[in-house]
Each structure stands twice: as structure tokens, then as C-alpha cells.
Nanobody
Framework: QVQLVESGGGLVQPGGSLRLSCAVS????????MGWYRQAPGKQREMVAG???????TYIDSVKGRFTISRDNGQNTVYLRMNSLKPEDTAVYYC???????????WGQGTQVTVSS
């Protein structure tokens, strides 16, 4: 019912920046809480940033001050601005509900972020 399409990843040198986009389509209620997740090689998927239906944002400690989650005013796209990227940020990045217990959408393909010199 809901499709998530992530884009914007790529290869970037340490210290570089990327902006990821998550296009949300389908019958989605306005002001839906959303989050960005990542899965690094050999590691479990983790939520790195979230924005709830009130616009309140949360981040894991390792990305605070570097990543910013936002959404457009039409609630059609969720963004993740990533600055000062580090090699440990390398992962496939996904978007989904900020609270998966509320009912996760089908996962998209994700977008690969590789931070390497």
C-alpha cells in the first residue's frame, strides 16, 4: 500500500556530505512519523534519526551534530542531510516508520552510502 524509495547515496570521501531522500507514495496519513535506518556490513539495522508526527527529531549519539532529518511541507519526502561523514557511516540507508511497532511499511531497496578515501 505504501512504497518507499530511497535515493541520494553514493561514494564520498571522509568529511564529505550527502543528502538522502525518501519518497513516500501511497495512502499515507499526513504528519506520519518517519525514520532513517542503516545497516552496515555484518551489523544489525539501526535507526539513526527519526522525526515524529509533531516534527520532533531524534538521533543516535554518533550522528548528533552531523545528520539532520527533515521532511517537505507536503509530507511526500523525508530527507537526511549527512555532513562530516566518517567511514563508520558506510551502510545501506533505508527509511520507514519511526516506530516499527506501529506497523512497518515494506522496506525499500535502500541507498548505499560509502565513505572512503
Amino acid at each position: 500500500q505504501v512504497q518507499l524509495v530511497e535515493s541520494g547515496g553514493g561514494l564520498v570521501q571522509p568529511g564529505g556530505s550527502l543528502r538522502l531522500s525518501c519518497a513516500v507514495s501511497g495512502r499515507v496519513v499526513s504528519m506520519l512519523g518517519m525514520g532513517w535506518y542503516r545497516q552496515a556490513p555484518g551489523k544489525q539495522r539501526e535507526m539513526v534519526a527519526g522525526i515524529n508526527n509533531w516534527g520532533i527529531t531524534t538521533y543516535i549519539d554518533s550522528v548528533k551534530g552531523r545528520f539532520t532529518i527533515s521532511r517537505d511541507n507536503g509530507q511526500n519526502t523525508v530527507y537526511l542531510r549527512m555532513n562530516s561523514l566518517k567511514p563508520e557511516d558506510t551502510a545501506v540507508y533505508y527509511c520507514n516508520r519511526n516506530n516499527l511497532d506501529s506497523g512497518a511499511f515494506d522496506w525499500g531497496q535502500g541507498t548505499q552510502v560509502t565513505v572512503s578515501s
